[in-house]
């Protein structure tokens, strides 16, 4: 079981960007995001394979949401511009796994702790 650990979080404010930074990831695992606002299920945000091709994206990010990976220092962060009310949410990263290309779904092995980010308006 691999200890992963978030950082990054906290109360900004709506239109601002943050950036969540993730570590330590496998050079050869898939890692991504999941975010769970409050009285909400956890849903997938992305996830990058270790392959370092293009990150995949659940359908309703839209461009706000950008995954990036560095295998050098086993990390991977995901940075959200335009930052939004609906965005509050605890963020958790994760690793190994796959992603199951038929329904776009991200299913990890490992799981961080979690982050919170609160977007006030």
């Known amino acids: 079981q691999v200890r992963l650990r978030e950082s990054g979080g906290g109360l900004v404010q709506a239109g601002d960007s943050l950036r969540l930074s993730c570590g330590p990831i496998?050079?050869?695992?898939?890692a991504g995001w999941f975010r769970q606002a409050p009285g909400k299920d956890r849903e997938y945000v992305g996830a990058s394979t270790w392959s370092g091709g293009a990150p995949e994206y659940a359908d309703f990010v839209q461009g706000r949401f950008i995954i990036t990976r560095d295998n050098t220092k086993k990390t991977i962060d995901l940075q959200i511009n335009d930052l939004k009310a609906e965005d509050t949410a605890v963020y958790y990263c994760a690793s190994g796994g796959f992603i199951n290309i038929q329904d776009n779904q991200y299913h990890p092995q490992n799981w961080g702790q979690g982050t919170q980010v609160t977007v006030s308006a």
């Open positions: 496998s050079r050869l695992d898939v």
